[in-house]
């Protein structure tokens, strides 16, 4: 049974706070047509009916954060509130205003064209909550299509936010999972063949939906009183220890986000997370990960792997692109903010500095998966180096070479195969392996073994701190692709087993061996599991 923590609360008398309606300007017409929309930082919409929604899962520690309990989630009224059939009293329905660089391209205004924010409430630990459903019908900004998401998409949004959290990742968090009842149309490998499909909404929390491309929109178009408004806005209400906004603290402010972003990009490679499309509409202005749509996780540790497949020609934002894209991304937005500060130099001296800010977060993320208690860079540079092209030179799961790995025994006395052995496990096709390779690993074992001696941690502990960074379970692609196929059918049970399982990445967790296995075989390169089209 799940009762919350706040007695008080109850969906009914959630509190909403509404700090971005009611402090910034809205767009003058309530119009639910598709248009640009200017001289606005939103537009108020209502979501659209849906014909007979069903709760598939929910987070139970999204809902504590407002205050529901088991009964609250579980009942009607929070299927019709969190599928968009009903707004609660408080409630200020909007789509947020922002444009974006997409593939490296300036797109223009964007917009959330199917996410409609319900409001901002206020829990009883007096956090600041944005509630959002993402699915729910045509905004001024749906451009070409229809506001809607699938059933899959909307599954793989849900699990991975929630599994992200747990990971300890930044990350957007979703409270619900909700089947519309109507279907929607998509055309899932852009090759001429439509199909109807479940239509699902998820409601996401985040203390800010807003993006590095709700700024570039402002700059773009010379709005620039309502860039300093929502940059103000922005620094007041999430930034606050930065002081009042004026120059100076502008500076401190992106020196900030590029501190975030360095960190986020960090925790992406510890876990093998690959977003999928990181365009500057993605990219969150806290630091958070945000829009869970062509991403995937790394299984063979393969640094140009992307799952999207429209991006399979360039691989722009494939796993080892992903710091230098979030960079590029930052002089975007170091672009956008100018204005505001007026010199160039204090935007170039924090991009200067995402790149230590980065170097350094990875060297302490690399020891940790190592089970080093200091990265020496001298040593561990070459080593973590050549132990990358050794995971790359054979299809190594990479997740599962970081557990075997904490079992390697260092102890000098050890002949090679036992300090082999363990790491078997993580290969994809161990009969293939050559002698040349069989060396090289064993050659790089023996100097692991002699740099975690001399660090000093015995064998015991240093598995203990290396299980709590790498992660056991995470959400493999056939996972999610397996809990999709059973939830079209009308099953819930594996999406809410995956949620329980997801909840403790770290630990071992008996009678669950099942999802930390490795891909399997007749996953390679089935569509889903290895490929992903922006179809959503
Ligand atoms: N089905 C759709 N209907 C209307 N607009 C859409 C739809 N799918 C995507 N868009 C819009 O296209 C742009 C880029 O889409 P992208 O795939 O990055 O975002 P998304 O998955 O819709 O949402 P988010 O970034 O909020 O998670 C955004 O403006 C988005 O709102
Ligand atoms: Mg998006």
Redesign the pocket.
């Known amino acids: 049974m799940h009762t919350s923590p706040c007695s008080s609360q109850s969906l009914t008398n959630l509190r909403f706070t509404n700090r971005f309606t009611t402090q910034l300007p809205a767009d003058p017409s309530s119009e639910n047509t598709r248009r640009q929309v200017y001289r606005a930082c939103y537009s108020r919409v209502m979501p659209v009916t849906t014909t007979n929604p069903q709760l598939v899962a929910y987070s139970r520690e999204v809902a504590d954060l407002l205050g529901l309990d088991q009964e609250d989630c579980t009942s009607e009224l929070f299927t019709r509130v969190f599928s968009g059939n009903q707004l609660l009293p408080g409630m200020d329905a909007h789509a947020m205003c922002?444009g974006?660089h997409?593939f490296g391209n300036w797109a223009g205004q964007?917009?959330?064209?199917?996410?409609i924010n319900l409001g901002e409430i206020i829990n009883c630990q007096g956090e600041h909550w944005t509630l959002q459903l993402?699915?729910a019908g045509?905004?001024p900004?749906?451009?070409h299509?229809?506001?809607?998401?699938v059933l899959r998409?909307s599954l793989r949004?849900f699990l991975c936010s929630e599994a992200m959290f747990h990971l300890g990742v930044p990350t957007t968090r979703a409270l619900s999972l909700i089947l519309t009842g109507d279907t929607v149309e998509r055309d899932m490998f852009y090759n001429g063949h439509p199909q109807e499909e479940p239509g699902a909404v998820v409601c996401r929390l985040s203390p800010s939906?807003i993006?590095f491309g709700n700024f570039e929109l402002f700059t773009a178009r010379g709005e620039i009183d309502l860039l300093k408004q929502l940059a103000d806005f922005t620094i007041r209400t999430h930034f606050p220890h930065l002081g009042r906004p004026k120059p100076a603290v502008y500076s401190l402010w992106f020196d900030e986000i590029c501190r975030l972003t360095a960190e986020l990009m960090v925790h992406w490679l510890r876990v093998g997370f690959v977003h999928g499309?990181m365009?500057t509409?993605?990219m969150s202005i806290l630091g958070l990960t945000?829009?869970?749509?062509p991403y995937g996780w790394l299984e063979d540790y393969d640094p140009t792997w992307t799952p999207n497949i429209t991006d399979a020609q360039g691989r722009r934002y494939c796993y080892g692109r992903q710091p230098i894209i979030a960079h590029w991304n930052l002089a975007q937005l170091a672009n956008a903010l100018y204005p505001l500060v007026g010199e160039t130099e204090p935007f170039e001296q924090s991009l200067q500095k995402f790149n230590r800010y980065f170097e350094q977060s990875w060297q302490s993320m690399m020891a940790g998966k190592l089970g080093l208690t200091v990265f020496e860079p001298d040593t561990d540079r070459p080593l973590v180096e050549d132990l990358l092209h050794l995971l790359a030179a054979v299809e190594t799961d990479m997740t599962l070479f970081f557990r075997q790995l904490a079992l390697v025994p260092t102890a000098m006395e050890k002949q090679t195969a036992d300090r082999c052995a363990p790491l078997h496990i993580a290969l994809y096709q161990p009969e293939q392996l050559d002698s040349a390779y069989q060396d090289k690993l064993s050659a790089w074992l023996l100097r692991y073994c002699n740099r975690v001696r001399r660090d000093g941690l015995p064998d015991q502990e240093r598995q203990k701190k290396m299980n709590a960074i790498n992660p056991l379970y995470v959400l493999r692609n056939y996972l999610a692709q397996l809990a999709i196929e059973q939830a079209t059918d009308g099953e819930y049970t594996l999406v809410n087993e995956l949620l329980e399982v997801l909840r403790s990445p770290y630990t071992e967790q008996p009678g669950k061996e099942q999802f930390a296995e490795k891909r399997p075989e007749w996953a390679r390169h089935r569509p889903g599991c290895s490929m992903l089209s922006?179809s959503?």
Not at 110 to 115: F, Y
Not at 290 to 293: A, L, P
């Open positions: 922002y974006g997409q964007l917009g959330d064209g199917r996410a993402k699915g045509p905004t900004y749906s451009r299509a229809d506001g809607l998401a998409s949004e939906f993006r499309v365009n509409d993605n945000i829009d869970y749509g922006c959503s």
